[in-house]
């Protein structure tokens, strides 16, 4: 089953914090999230697996909650460069692939 | 190391047609996954191959078929084109599984008239 992403559409001012959040109805292996931006490709963010802690990278980190299947994405101090779609990807530990989320559109506003 | 990369980047084709995407991983990379993008509809799962072998596969119909070569480069190909095939066509590729991260190429993007 597809992850459910919330919100589905953020608008921020540069500086202002945000959270995305990304629920499984299934157990998790581990969660990956990625951003694409108008017209590209998704990039990697940043992987969280199972038993694993916290990930960070700059101001922009991640939790994953195994007992619930959640995982959030959090973007502090949000610069421009910030804006796109984010996707979480689920791992349910077989079937060779990930599951995507609709995404949540970020944009940050000067 | 060069990305992943995809061709052709652009397609119109009228519906009843058929299409051949292309895709070559990154080297050394030798799982191959393939993505349907629609707006709001974010990222559907099409297929998975590993050493020619698809290990996966979505929930499309049998019009969407795929190949992988021994050099790992991928197509996929889609039959009788209807209007909702219309959609930007990600190939992604890992080292080993689709469950790894993905590294996506710019995509396909395909217009059916």
């Known amino acids: 089953q597809q992850p459910v992403q919330s919100p589905q559409a953020v608008i921020l001012r540069e500086g202002e914090d945000a959270v995305i959040n990304c629920s499984s109805s299934k157990a998790l292996y581990s969660v990956h999230w990625y951003r694409q931006k108008h017209g590209e490709a998704p990039v990697f963010l940043m992987i969280l697996l199972k038993g694993g802690e916290q990930k960070g990278h700059e101001k922009i980190s991640a939790s994953f909650n195994e007992k619930k299947q959640q995982s959030s994405l959090y973007l502090t101090a949000s610069q421009l460069s910030y804006s796109g779609t984010y996707f979480c990807?689920?791992?349910?530990?077989?079937?060779?692939?990930?599951?995507f989320g609709k995404g949540t559109l970020l944009t940050v506003n000067p | 190391k060069a990305g992943v990369t995809q061709t052709p980047r652009y397609l119109i084709k009228t519906r009843g047609q058929q299409v051949t995407l292309s895709c070559s991983p990154i080297s050394g990379h030798r799982s191959v996954s393939w993505y349907q993008q629609t707006p709001g509809q974010g990222l559907q799962f099409l297929f998975e191959?590993?050493?020619?072998?698809?290990?996966n596969k979505g929930n499309f119909p049998g019009r969407f078929s795929g190949r992988q070569f021994s050099n790992s480069r991928s197509e996929m190909n889609v039959s009788t084109l209807e209007l909702g095939d219309s959609a930007l066509y990600l190939c992604?590729?890992?080292?080993?599984?689709?469950?790894?991260?993905?590294?996506f190429g710019p995509g396909t993007r395909l217009l059916v008239l």
């Open positions: 992604a590729s890992s080292p080993m599984s689709g469950r790894e991260t993905q590294y």
């Open positions: 191959y590993f050493s020619e072998t698809q290990r």
């Open positions: 990807g689920t791992d349910g530990g077989s079937n060779y692939k990930l599951t």
